[in-house]
């Protein structure tokens, strides 16, 4: 089982997030905070990349840049977190399901008002 935050908003579908690691944040750092829409976190992230790649020397730069990756992996998914919180995304559920289709399809039988909003919004 893995586990999911739901963030909820009034008016906008819930967004489920996964927990924990995150190989595209390891690979690709600020690309895939931009993809999540985590705009500030990527800025930051990306700055301080460019500056321990440019003040470093090449080797010390490279083992920099992989901590950065280890780093960039585990805490991505708090830094979309942190960014779906300054849009106005509330916190509501930990869930835990196999995928993201069964943590909705809990979510939704926890919670049967979003079943009314979500039939608004797609009719």
């Known amino acids: 089982m893995k586990s999911y935050t739901a963030h909820l908003k009034l008016d906008c579908p819930p967004v489920l997030l996964l927990e924990g690691w995150s190989w595209g944040a390891a690979a690709f750092g600020p690309f895939w905070l931009l993809w999540h829409h985590a ?41 979309v977190r942190w960014s779906l919180e300054r849009r106005g995304y509330l916190l509501t559920h930990v869930l835990a399901a196999r995928d993201v289709d069964s943590a909705l399809a809990r979510l939704l039988h926890a919670r049967a008002d979003l079943n009314a909003s979500l039939i608004g919004q797609l009719g």
């Open 39 to 79: 705009w500030v976190p990527a800025v930051l992230f990306g700055a301080a990349v460019m500056l321990v790649l440019v003040l470093l020397p090449p080797g010390l730069g490279a083992v920099f840049g992989l901590a950065f990756g280890v780093l960039a992996g585990l805490l991505g998914r708090d830094a």
